[in-house]
């Protein structure tokens, strides 16, 4: 159970980012929404992502208070 902060960590990372970016989808909020572009052409594929940078400043800040929430758990 040592590194179970980490782990923590890294899942809420990716689902505050996946929660924010539904939200932005659901409620077309722009500054919420990750963008896919795709076009295939014949002579070769452009494939496009964007996101912007509040929802992964907000997971990071949520994923930091999981870390500091695992480390405060205290082994029995």
């Known amino acids: 159970?040592?590194?179970?902060?980490?782990?923590?960590?890294?899942l809420s990372f990716f689902l505050a980012f996946l929660f924010f970016s539904f939200i932005g989808e659901v409620f077309n909020i722009d500054w919420l929404m990750t963008f896919y572009y795709r076009e295939v052409k014949p002579d070769g594929i452009i494939f496009e992502a964007r996101s912007p940078w509040i929802p992964i400043i907000l997971a990071t800040v949520i994923s930091y208070f999981s870390w500091k929430l695992g480390k405060g758990i205290k082994k029995t």
């Open 1 to 10: 159970m040592k590194y179970m902060p980490y782990y923590m960590s890294i």
